[in-house]
């Protein structure tokens, strides 16, 4: 005689086997992936478009057919992401200033988890506009609501703000024990204790001068302390030493290789300057004497397409997290995170990178995306000489960029 657990077991065996066998039929064949490439041919390829973020539906767990039948579909609620603008990476985790969001969005991409950092309670975010970690995780948002700088621990819990009278900070970087703040209303750069909050002293001061301000936007550290600050009105890239002295400055207004319209977020790495621009829709690689070395991105319906970039993050680490897009001829070397106002493309994963020993252009042509050319028309714009360096990205030619909008 069989007893109801008896009856039970059979019931999961039977829906156990039917799920397996559902697994043994065959798939669909799968589309064949579009790989976009930048600079175009005949340069070799520096810059690879990975993936990209728009919901918390594309890192979340999948829940299995055979879950599905024993517990029923899961209604997972899904958080979008809106309108992003600052961008940071630590230890597997994206964290996204969405301006019409509450809080920052946080990808844990290793847990494969979505959250909100600064949703609500005693740390709870105005309109952040810019984020930073630290190398110890302690991370810092830039809220212009609030007028002040939030910090927040490794856990990701509130510990305190960082203020100052009539402070409008919209770009925040972090070296060593100080934190520095964009002041757009101020039109100055100003530095921080990051411990004690304490005010340093500034950097720069408003006027239309090297060394000046008129909208100083974004600002980022290099490895040596150096202070790099965007001019989004004066299209132009400062380089300051920690004490304020002015190194160097490059940009101005146009529509050629080089040239800024729209700068916004900068990210700076091995001697590297990244310059994300909204209307050029790209961004801009310089080098240690502020001379262009490529571009990458465009405005279109391609892989790696850009629509109003504002963020920027070169990232060293957690490559293993994207491997799988990579193609197998590029060697990725870096990540560099892009966050798009519009489109589908909120936030854009690309690796930096070089073809792999004894890989050639013919090795990735099959499946190599099309994707739109220069800044202007290549027949009209002569093409800065292409070189490849062994560590640093080829020069930029008239294949590499976008047209402005």
Known sequence: MKTPHHSRAITLSALLLTALAGCQH???????KAYAFWPLPPDEPRVQFLTSFSTSSDIARSQSKFDDMIYGKAEAQQLPISKPYGVAMWNGRIYICDVRGTGIVVLDLRKKETRVMGGSGM?????????????????YVADITKGSVCVF???????????APELNPVGVAVFGNELYA?????RMVKVFDRTTGAMLRTIGKPGGEDGQFVGPLSVVADNEGNIYVTDVMKARIQKFAKDGTLLLAF??????PGDLNKPKHLGVSDGITYVADAAFNNVQLFDEEGKVMMYFGSFGTHPGAMDLPAGLCVHDGDLD????????????????LVTNQF????VSVYALGKLREGKTLA?????????????ADPKSEPAVPATQPTTQPAKASASGSTTPR
């Open 123 to 139: 740390g709870a975010l105005g309109r952040a506009v810019d984020v930073t970690v630290a190398p110890d995780g302690t991370k």
């Open 343 to 346: 489109g589908p493309n909120k």
């Open 363 to 375: 090795d990735i042509s099959p499946g190599r995306a099309t994707v739109a050319t220069g800044l």
């Open 26 to 32: 065959s798939a669909p064949p799968a589309e064949p």
């Open 182 to 186: 964009c002041d757009l209303k101020a």
């Open 153 to 163: 621990d490794p856990e990701e819990r509130f510990v305190r703000l960082i203020t």
């Open 321 to 336: 997290l994207f491997q799988q897009y990579v193609h197998p001829a590029f060697n990725a070397e870096r990540l560099l």
């Open 251 to 256: 940009g101005q207004a146009g529509e050629r």
